[in-house]
């Protein structure tokens, strides 16, 4: 299945995505549990949302934090890297409204195994020592 069911608190309720690990980035915008069962069942049928129920009940693991499904991401403007605050703000707090941020760019790190892009400062969230230098 490529996809993870995200959930975040938002003004004291349980928001919900869905994060594609196809596209790396959010496909639905702040929704309740049972728009997010409504949609699997559309996406996977009856017995894919009883799959999904089953799971749930049974305490597996198929609700993510998103830092847990943020690690590797293409959520921004132009499929740049976006942070945690960044996801938390524009896909469940904003819900898609106004303008996309724009994050981290990967094609610029000079050691991408080195750097962690949710860390970092001076306009440049990578925190590898080269990439620092050329930016």
Same mark, same amino acid.
């Given at each position: 299945?490529?996809?993870?069911?995200v959930?975040h608190?938002?003004?004291? /309720? @349980?928001?919900?995505? $869905?994060w594609?690990?196809?596209?790396?980035?959010?496909?639905? %915008?702040?929704?309740?549990m049972?728009?997010?069962?409504?949609?699997?069942?559309?996406e996977?049928?009856? *017995?894919g &949302?009883?799959?999904? @129920?089953?799971?749930?009940?049974?305490?597996?693991?198929? $609700?993510f934090?998103i830092?847990?499904?943020?690690?590797?991401n293409?959520a921004? &403007?132009?499929?740049?890297? &976006? !942070?945690?605050?960044?996801i938390?703000d %524009? %896909?469940?707090?904003?819900k898609? /409204?106004?303008k996309?941020?724009e994050?981290?760019?990967?094609?610029? =790190?000079?050691?991408?195994d /080195? =750097?962690?892009p949710? /860390?970092?400062?001076d306009g =440049?969230i990578? !925190?590898?020592?080269? =990439?620092? @230098?050329? *930016?």
């Open positions: 299945m490529g996809w993870r069911i959930m608190e938002v003004e004291g /309720k @349980e928001v919900f995505i $869905i594609s690990s196809i596209v790396d980035a959010p496909i639905t %915008y702040g929704s309740t049972k728009q997010i069962k409504n949609l699997w069942k559309q996977f049928g009856r *017995s &949302l009883e799959n999904l @129920e089953s799971a749930l009940k049974a305490g597996t693991k198929r $609700i934090t830092q847990e499904a943020s690690t590797v293409r921004g &403007l132009n499929e740049t890297h &976006l !942070t945690p605050a960044q938390v %524009y %896909y469940f707090v904003r898609g /409204k106004g996309r941020p994050g981290w760019d990967p094609s610029h =790190c000079l050691h991408p /080195k =750097c962690n949710d /860390k970092g400062k =440049c990578c !925190t590898c020592e080269g =990439c620092k @230098e050329a *930016s």
